[in-house]
């Protein structure tokens, strides 16, 4: 074997001569090398709960003291980004090693659509806690935009009118609300607005709406006549820029739901209010002057563009919905639904479309779909195909009411459409549109299947297809569970612990908890809206529930579902100090069990935790009565906030992890001594963890010390128990992770709320390295920095060739190093992406053989317009270019022209570059 192998795509092989490198700059180099540096079914008995769902997303993540710090999420964001720069080891989880499983065919909650004008082929959509994605064929396929967006809880969007590839979102959920009185119960807020000028490519934050006035964005509005002009409905009222977002002024106080200007008059303009129905402006925004004759808990508003002084009014009040009209352009509203209207919940479903050609027809979403051809007086339910929970109603550009007819629905489901407006037939376009929110997923690790539970989408099934997903069960899933014996049988719930069997591998299933001796606290308040349970990885006939009582059942496997038997193995807690403020946000919550963990190795050994913060063991968990101990106050008390995950670590059986909620610090503990004494896990300084909820936790099997964590704002990994943190660009987003599971010593199962499956290839032996200084020795700094390297996505450093006296180019000449974190290694790579503007240019890499105290060419070629991809792979005595004092690598980058040149300029542009350690 060769001592250096190199590989590159495309291949060259031109050869030139080294421009001399300096002694003197190795010198400086080795100095600074030791600087640190398809719609789901309903179930019958449980049909979906979204207002639910959010409150009980928004209590788990409640401080001690019972709020949400103001500014947490950007704060936690910073955090991040720190983690970025520095770039630590990664616990196996290459850049290369994600892969998206789906679903692709299920979607997920999107509020807004927005249609290209002349091409119509061209949408965008945006998910509640998915991103932006875009379409180039219709529907038919979905991309998504800019994944680690920071703000990715898409609430709204609008298009420039005569700028199409000007795009604005505005991020947070301001439309959940409950229980009545409280704030809004938003689970994850947002960071003001984003504003796009190349179709979503790239997105740029408004620093004018930082702020809590910014949180929840509900409503953008352009001005017809003047798009400088924008109009936008929050959660704190109504504001106006004048110059496309970069001031705002706020010009009514008080919460909005929607806005919108007049079709073609920009003085005129309408404003969806909470509580107080509607207010009109005649000045284009400025002021706002209350409608009379309507008020309701939501308002949505429509102009009829064939008669904009006829306005439409989508009113929700006690969970319903009904239809108002204005025929003065909003001053004044008459109610015209006969009966007590439509189904919605609260403020979160209530959409509004007026035909743009016939004002006396309507389509009404809330729950469901209705039409009215009388101008709202009577509403007949229509597009039954069509996923429940409708959020956007939005007509083709090309709509004539003859031959286009086409509108798209936005819902809980994705995106549909109806080539027919007043037809009833509709289309799912959620091909590859990757947004299902997932409570929990597992995979058995024989077959490939997935089962997994999904907020309003019900239980799914993978068998190998991203696009393929099939139902198993309706309702809101939950968890699931797997027998490690049996491929066939699988385990899920519906909300509030309605447990579940499939015993064909997760194609159907049917009720488990409801047998002749139940699970008496499902159903109700006396269980956590998503139950946690657990299938014995040592006894898959032992299931374990926690509801406000630990439950059990020895026989989850009997020949007949009513023949599998719970028990109480653990009776209620009482609060054992004063229970913070955030336990009673749902009145009896606090005492309910958050999750459950069964030591892999030993059945009797379990804990359980609680919504409260309370950490509960039994080293005895299979007896009849089995004993518990409290152990969360041995020590010091942890945190008082909701317990999200306990890992026992297979590789020490003393040692515990414990996850927490919350946007605190401080959310992993860990354990030594099996839950006598506690310590904190989340790391110190810059390298900690960064202050968000914690919702999974896992433990590599085989690796010691590598554990994962997934937040509110995606994945975060440490090789050595929690001192010290890192994340990546790769992978999931910038999502909530809402478990993490090893499928197998070498694949992790990462299920997120908002992006679908991913599972990841963790190569113990495979680290990638960042360099964590860059020198620039000839050549000039034009563009980027070190954190430019680290990912291959079109940033790049740009280094001009710099003039001598005489106008002739130097070479470009840099320095990277880095530190391994092995002493030795048995193969040592680099790669290298990179392309150089001028023509006639060698490129050449070098690593420093600190054997010899020289620079040792390892790869050279001739430069490349278009980004190459160069990957030097050393198998032969690799540990030369490693210093074994301070583990210290140096790679040397040049580029030369073949002879000296003395006309035009031409610079390197260096995409990204790492090495890779194999142990």
């Known amino acids: 074997m060769s001592q250096v192998n190199a590989m590159m795509i495309p291949l060259h092989r031109r050869f030139f001569v080294n421009a001399m490198f300096p002694l003197a700059l190795v010198g400086c180099l080795l100095a600074q090398g030791c600087q640190p540096a398809q719609p789901a079914s309903k179930s019958e008995l449980m049909p979906d709960q979204p207002i639910r769902a959010l409150a009980y997303r928004f209590s788990q993540r409640l401080s001690s003291d019972g709020t949400v710090p103001k500014g947490a999420l950007s704060r936690a964001l910073l955090q991040r980004e720190e983690l970025l720069r520095r770039r630590p080891l990664h616990a196996g989880v290459f850049p290369a090693s994600w892969t998206w499983l789906g679903p692709g065919n299920v979607g997920g909650r999107v509020r807004p659509i927005v249609i290209h004008p002349t091409n119509p082929s061209i ?228 959409t509004l479309w007026v035909d743009p050609t016939n004002p006396n027809t309507l389509i009404v979403g809330g729950v469901y779909l209705y039409r009215s051809t009388d101008a709202g007086v009577t509403l007949n339910r229509t597009f039954t195909s069509v996923h429940a929970d409708m959020h956007g109603i939005v007509h083709h550009p090309g709509f004539n009411g003859s031959t286009n007819r086409t509108v798209y629905f936005a819902t809980d489901g994705g995106v549909y459409r109806t080539t027919d407006s007043n037809g009833s037939s509709a289309t799912a376009l959620n091909n590859n549109l990757g947004i299902t929110q997932f409570y929990g997923a597992v995979m058995n690790p024989t077959t490939g299947v997935i089962v997994g539970g999904t907020q309003d989408n019900g239980t799914k099934r993978f068998n190998g297809n991203p696009q393929g997903w099939t139902n198993t069960f309706g309702g809101d899933g939950g968890h699931t569970a797997y027998d490690p014996t049996n491929s066939n049988y699988f385990y899920g719930e519906i909300q509030w612990g309605a447990i579940f069997r499939s015993t064909n591998g997760g194609s159907s299933a049917s009720y488990i908890y409801n047998s002749s001796n139940p699970i008496t606290d499902a159903g109700s308040s006396l269980t956590n809206f998503i139950t946690h349970f657990v299938v014995d990885p040592n006894d898959p006939n032992r299931i374990l529930v926690g509801c406000r009582r630990l439950w059990r059942t020895n026989n989850a496997k009997a020949s007949t579902t009513s023949a599998v038997s719970w028990e109480i193995i653990k009776p209620t807690i009482e609060p054992l100090r004063p229970e913070p403020p955030n336990a009673h946000f749902l009145g009896s919550n606090p005492y309910n069990i958050s999750t459950v963990a069964i030591d892999p190795s030993n059945s009797d050994r379990v804990y359980v935790g609680y919504n409260n913060g309370q950490v509960w063991k039994s080293a005895n968990a299979t007896a009849t009565s089995p004993s518990w101990q409290r152990v969360d106050d041995a020590g010091g008390p942890m945190p008082e906030r909701w317990v999200s995950r306990i890992c026992l670590d297979p590789n020490d059986p003393n040692r515990v992890f414990v996850a927490f909620m919350g946007w605190e610090s401080d959310n992993v503990w860990q354990s030594l001594d099996d839950g006598a004494t506690w310590q904190s896990a989340s790391g110190s300084g810059l390298v900690r963890l960064p202050e968000a909820p914690v919702s999974a936790l896992a433990v590599h099997p085989t690796e010691p010390g590598w554990l994962y964590a997934g937040t509110d704002i995606g994945l975060f990994t440490s090789v050595d128990y929690g001192e010290n943190w890192s994340t990546l660009q790769q992978g999931p987003a910038t999502v909530p992770i809402d478990e993490l599971h090893f499928v197998d010593s070498s694949r992790l199962l990462a299920v997120t709320h908002g992006r679908g499956i991913y599972v990841a290839t963790i190569a113990p ?155």
């Not at 689970?187 to 000028?197: A, D, E, N, Q, V």
């Not at 129905?277 to 000045?283: E, F, L, P, Q, V």
């Not at 002493?823 to 060698?842: I, M, W």
């Not at 040149?901 to 194999?918: H, K, L, M, N, P």
């Open 123 to 350: 949408m965008w959509t945006g998910a509640v806690t998915g991103g932006v994605w875009k379409t180039l064929d219709g529907g038919a396929s979905w991309l998504p935009l800019e994944d680690f967006l920071p703000a990715i809880n898409i609430g709204c969007m609008a298009m420039h009118p005569s700028e199409p590839d000007t795009l604005y979102i505005g991020t947070g959920e301001g439309f959940a609300e409950w229980p009545a009185g409280t704030t809004n119960t938003a689970f994850l807020t947002g960071l003001g607005m984003y504003r796009s000028t190349d179709g979503g490519q790239n997105w740029e934050h408004l620093p004018s709406t930082s702020g809590t006035d910014f949180e929840f964005i509900n409503r953008i509005a352009i001005s017809p006549e003047n798009p400088e002009v924008l109009l936008i409905a929050t959660g704190t009222g109504v504001f106006r820029s004048t110059n496309r977002g970069a001031n705002w002024t706020k010009v009514y106080t008080g919460f909005a739901y929607d806005v919108k200007f007049h079709p073609t008059d920009g003085t005129k303009a309408m404003a969806g209010l909470h509580d107080d129905g509607a207010a009109y402006s005649t000045n284009g925004g400025q002021t706002w002057t209350l409608a009379s004759g309507i008020s309701g808990h939501r308002t949505e508003l429509c102009y009829s563009i064939s008669n904009p002084s006829t306005v439409f009014a989508a009113v929700s009040e006690n969970d319903r919905i009904l239809i108002y009209r204005s025929t003065n352009g909003g001053q004044s509203f008459t109610r015209r639904t006969s009966g007590s209207g439509i189904s919605t919940y609260s403020a979160y479903n209530n």
């Open 765 to 919: 032996a495979v680290d990638p390295i960042s360099p964590d200084i860059l020198s620039v020795y000839f050549g000039i700094l034009k563009q980027g920095g070190l954190p430019w390297l680290y990912l291959s996505d079109d940033k790049r450093v740009v280094v001009q060739a710099d003039l001598d006296s005489a106008d002739v180019r130097f070479p470009v000449d840099l320095g990277l190093l880095a530190r391994c974190p092995y002493p030795s290694v048995s193969e040592l790579r680099f790669r290298l992406e990179a392309s150089a503007t001028g023509l006639g240019l060698g490129q050449e890499i070098q690593f420093w053989n600190y054997s010899e105290w020289r620079f040792e060419r390892v790869h050279v070629q001739a430069a490349t317009t278009a980004d190459s991809v160069v990957e030097v792979v050393v198998t032969n005595n690799p540990n030369r270019f490693i210093d074994p004092a301070t583990r210290r690598m140096i790679a040397r980058l040049s580029w030369a022209p073949d002879a000296f040149e003395t006309a035009g300029t031409w610079s390197v542009r260096i995409d990204q570059a790492y090495w890779v350690a194999v142990r």
